[in-house]
């Protein structure tokens, strides 16, 4: 049943310069209805497509004074159905406020609006010598990374978004425009509510501008392969590296299954046995020299092969492969939907992590994967489902459980990366305790009225 009467859908027109960027085309709504999992879609009452902050601000007043929920949406790459409009109401597509507002090189940082992508940022920076770090799997939307606390790649060196966000633009359920932090690299001045805000899966504000740090491109970049028996010696080969002091940029682990559907995907011929692969930057010289101590580390450890990439076609062709391993996963199961688990764990814990999620895997008897940011200890144990077999989606989501309850029992998380959305609510108490009462306390303060993103984060 609708919750946008038609009488409602006709004001909400009139709150956008163009009323054609209203729309209940049942086109649209079908694509807002799920994201790349296997999370039951649930198509919205309507679509909106703000271009500024003003109509932000006239659209969520608007849906808090009718109690209609209100869900932003980038391009919908999440993973744990943080776009899924569970209660209808309005999709908020924020994809044509993409403009980079400035560009201040001198200070290494950018201002855009939360609907530029990673990719348009980066090409923009690239004629100042400049990049922004943050890269996860898909060409995701900046506003869209801040709300979940995404990383990818490049975390183990620069971090994951938390660290890159600077201030935010933020329109409250009310309809009311704040702005945290701003454009000096560090404040005392009240409380931390930028980081408040990063991670709250729209379930708190809409974000319409960020202030981001960038950084210099690196002078010499060069990649490297380092191929394994088994996952867990790739594992422990992995903290080794991490623990040696070498200036590191990436490492990442994929297990055969992934390096086999990539080869597929991508018309690549890597030898199909665990693998990681590293990346190193800096002068010249001290890069040569990391990747000869590299390789001693990882034959140690038991490497089987070490090929390090120098030219720049080749390093990209390799981090592309692995920007795409879910969606080579993806084409390897046609027709079926992605579960993946998203853990970080303490470094040390991370070949004893890697080793259990492989049995409980086995002993369910799921063909799955495990691929992951395993510099930083987050890791993705993954399962291609029919949506339609409940069974199988049972079967999978106890193993994702185990997985989850061994990460806590070690000090780790349930999210590393990809955030709570729906998929994840069912482990927040057990790992914050008493907090998620104060987190409760948080969300009625801000979103009394509950209509940003409902029934996301929060457990029931």
Known sequence: MSVLEPRLAESLRALVTDPDRVTVNETVLEHHSHDLTYHTPHAPDAVVFPTDTAEVSRIVQFANEHGIPLVPFGVGTSLEGHIVPTRGGITLDLSRMNRILEIRPQ??????????????????????????????????????MAATNASGTNAVRYGAMRHQVLGLEVVLPDGRVIHTGGLSVKSSAGYYLTGLFVGSEGTLGVITE?????????EHTAAARAVFSDIESAGRAAVALIGSGMTVG??????AKTIRAVNRFK??????????FLEFSGGRRAVDEDIRLAEELMRSEGCLAFVDEHDPEAAAKLWEARHHAALALMAMAPGKKLMTTDVCVPVSHLPGALQAARELMESRGLDGFILGHVGDGNYHAGFALDAGDPAQIERAEEVNA?????ALARGGTCTGEHGVGLGKRRYLAEEHGEAVSLMRGIKALIDPRGIMNPGKVLPE
Request: charged share 20%.
């Open 107 to 144: 200070d290494f940082l950018v201002r855009v609006q939360p609907g530029v992508t990673r990719t348009q940022l980066n090409q923009a920076l690239r004629r100042y010598g400049l990049f922004f770090p943050v890269d996860p799997g898909a060409d995701a939307t900046l506003g869209g």
């Open 210 to 218: 960020l202030v981001l740090r960038i950084y210099g491109i690196p």
């Open 250 to 255: 990436r490492v990442e682990l994929v297990d």
């Open 267 to 276: 018309g690549t011929d890597y030898p199909e046995s665990p693998t990681l």
């Open 402 to 406: 185990a997985i989850v309850r061994h």
